[in-house]
């Protein structure tokens, strides 16, 4: 699924075409998301400003001064910059026609996202207002991991994707930042070293930042903005290599199930 570089690849390449654009009509092909999508969405964005746009964990912002519609690509969407001339594709459910020419459209094929809407602080709404700290946040270092874990036994892979804990570390990123780390991903969370949790929180930003500056991440339907895929997969050491080499000793990869996910490791440079 689209994990925070993917949602940030698409914000900053859908920036350009819609802050201080308006909205001057929205075409609804499919309105069966995750949540159903409002009935009078149309009627709260059209004519309105796109005055600000934002990204919170894996969540999209589009504010207008009369509130702000929060976008959430879920297991399989993308938001992409498209013409009035150009073709729809099956699953293309949702465009938000831009007076400046260019729509806006959300594609899905799994309809696992939103569109929801959101008056006054949008931080204040539901899905947003329990998140942690952002991984760039200045909060989030080792002391912070490592003050959150004490106590805590479940794996150190499921404790970092805890978006409580700290957003955007999804699955890819995870598996990617504790080998780097030299961490076993199924270490207790509680039974891991100050000097380590400092290591893995600089990791773990290294590791998103090079993924943005790629794109992200491409392994099924992701594209960005201008309907491309992610290079980051280019790169991935552990991730989805069972049974290949380790990059660094020769090991054979492993695979495990931790919380529901494939989980990735070198048992030789993880530990």
């Known amino acids: 699924m689209p994990e925070l570089p993917e949602v940030e690849t698409t ?71 498209a013409t009035a001339d150009g073709p729809v594709k099956k699953h293309d459910h949702i465009d938000i026609l831009l007076n400046q020419g260019p729509i806006l459209r959300y594609h899905d ?25 952002e991984p760039f946040d200045p909060l989030f270092c080792g002391e912070y991991l490592h003050e959150a874990s004490r106590g805590r036994k479940m794996a150190v892979k499921t ?14 990123y995870a598996n990617e930042a504790l080998f780097r780390a030299a961490i076993d991903p199924r270490r207790a969370a509680g039974r891991i070293a100050l000097q380590r949790y400092r290591v893995l929180a600089k990791v773990i930003v290294e590791v998103l930042r090079e993924a943005i500056a ?17 290079y980051f997969q280019q790169t991935l050491a552990v991730y989805a290599r069972t049974g290949e080499p380790c990059l660094i000793c020769g090991e054979t990869i492993r695979s495990v199930r931790l919380g529901q996910r494939s989980t990735f490791y070198c048992p030789r440079c993880q530990h």
């Open 159 to 172: 404790f970092i994707m805890d978006s409580h804990l700290v957003v955007g570390v999804g699955n890819i």
């Open 109 to 133: 094929p799994r309809r696992f996202g939103c569109l929801l809407w959101a008056e006054g602080d949008p931080l204040a709404h539901p899905l947003l207002a329990e998140l942690g700290p």
């Open 11 to 81: 914000l900053r390449g859908i920036a350009p075409y819609v802050l201080g654009s308006s909205v001057v009509g929205i075409i609804i092909r499919e309105s069966r998301m995750r949540w159903p999508i409002p009935t009078d969405m149309e009627e709260k964005l059209k004519n309105k400003q796109i005055l600000g746009l934002q990204r919170r964990g894996k969540y999209i912002l589009f504010v207008v001064d009369s509130g702000t519609l929060i976008v959430h690509l879920g297991m399989s969407g993308s938001l992409r910059i």
């Open 214 to 230: 790629q794109g992200g991440t491409t392994l099924r339907d992701f594209v960005n903005a201008s309907g491309k895929p992610g």
